[in-house]
């Protein structure tokens, strides 16, 4: 049985990391592999320092009201509330 081709034979894809360098401050968005990451190998593209530090970002939450209350974006979702309220 042959494999079906999906056009994306032999590419490689990794991840992109958020970093930032403590000697200069400058913070960055770089594709490296797992291991350049964890051995410390991603120079800063800045000064060249290699002590770069992962910064967390926060991603946005929705609180489900426990009361049922009315969505307070009722506006926007109309009469079929995703939020958790009443809709």
Do not use: W
């Not at 401050?25 to 490296?32: D, F, T």
């Not at 990451?37 to 489900?64: N, W």
């Amino acid at each position: 049985m042959e494999k079906a081709r999906t056009g994306l034979e032999g590419l490689t894809t990794m991840p992109f990391y958020d970093l930032r360098c403590p000697k200069c401050g400058k913070e960055y968005n770089i594709s490296a592999t797992i291991a350049e990451k964890a051995e410390k190998r991603i120079p800063c593209p800045d000064c060249g320092s290699l002590e770069l530090v992962t910064v967390f970002k926060g991603s946005p939450a929705y609180i489900k009201s426990r009361e049922g209350g009315a969505c307070p974006n009722q506006h926007i979702c109309g009469s079929g509330c995703c939020h958790g309220g009443r809709g």
